[in-house]
């Protein structure tokens, strides 16, 4: 079955840098679900997007932006790049409707920043 | 707002041996309840949920976890561990009902299970 893709799978950047991470969905899954998890730390909501519109934005920082495309896929983007923004950034995916709709995450971008 | 415990960042055990995670979660509304495992190097996979319905709840693989409401608790339990059980393991909540279910962890607790 089809899983949720995300590239670069990793990623080293430089202080001030921008960084860009894609995430694909589960055909489909119109939400779009961004993570961050710090080395030895629990996953953090960022940001989320339901057709294309955001649907809730958590501990996202000012320096980091999202969309979702017409094709559902998701990026974020990340300027200014700090130490502290090294960690492992999820992507999940979900089918529409209200109740619960299982979050399928994909297999992370690990962000490294020298 | 949703907050989620998990008060052992770390449970040694034996191979063979029982083990159970504590999860303490707090919430003004009723909420969903997860376990997520993480092995090393890898994202997270869904080991099992409360939505509703009968309060204990199984994996495909041991793993068991049942929801008091009353303790605000949903504790995750294995009889007999195995050497592939060690990981990460994050208990989580969400909202129910809303149709945008963002994840709150724990601050997760690593199971090593030694021979």
């Known amino acids: 079955a089809a899983g949720v893709i995300q590239s670069p799978r990793h990623l080293i950047k430089e202080k001030r840098e921008t960084a860009t991470l894609k995430c694909y969905p589960i055909?489909?899954?119109?939400?779009v679900y961004w993570y961050q998890q710090g080395p030895g730390q629990d996953p953090q909501f960022l940001i989320s997007f339901y057709e294309k519109m955001q649907s809730d934005k958590g501990s996202i920082p000012d320096r980091f932006s999202a969309q979702q495309f017409s094709d559902y896929h998701s990026e974020l983007n990340m300027s200014s790049l700090e130490l502290g923004d090294s960690a492992l950034y999820f992507c999940?995916?979900?089918?529409?409707?209200?109740?619960?709709?299982?979050?399928?995450f994909g297999p992370g971008t690990r962000l490294t920043v020298l | 707002a949703q907050s989620v415990t998990q008060l052992d960042s770390q449970v040694p055990v034996f191979e063979e041996a029982p083990v159970e995670l504590r999860c303490n979660y707090s919430?003004?509304?009723?909420?969903?309840l997860f376990w997520y495992v993480q092995y090393p190097n890898q994202g997270l996979q869904l080991l099992l949920k409360y939505l509703s319905g009968s309060t204990l709840v199984e994996s495909i693989n041991g793993f068991e976890a049942e929801f008091n409401k009353s303790q605000t608790s949903f504790h995750l339990r294995k009889p007999s561990v195995h050497i592939s059980d060690t990981a990460e393991y994050f208990c989580?909540?969400?909202?129910?009902?809303?149709?945008?279910?963002?994840?709150?962890f724990g601050t997760g607790t690593r199971l090593l299970v030694s021979p």
């Open positions: 919430s003004s509304v009723s909420v969903y």
């Open positions: 989580a909540v969400s909202v129910r009902g809303t149709g945008f279910q963002k994840l709150v």
């Open positions: 055909p489909r899954h119109d939400t």
């Open positions: 999940a995916s979900s089918l529409p409707g209200r109740g619960y709709n299982e979050q399928f």
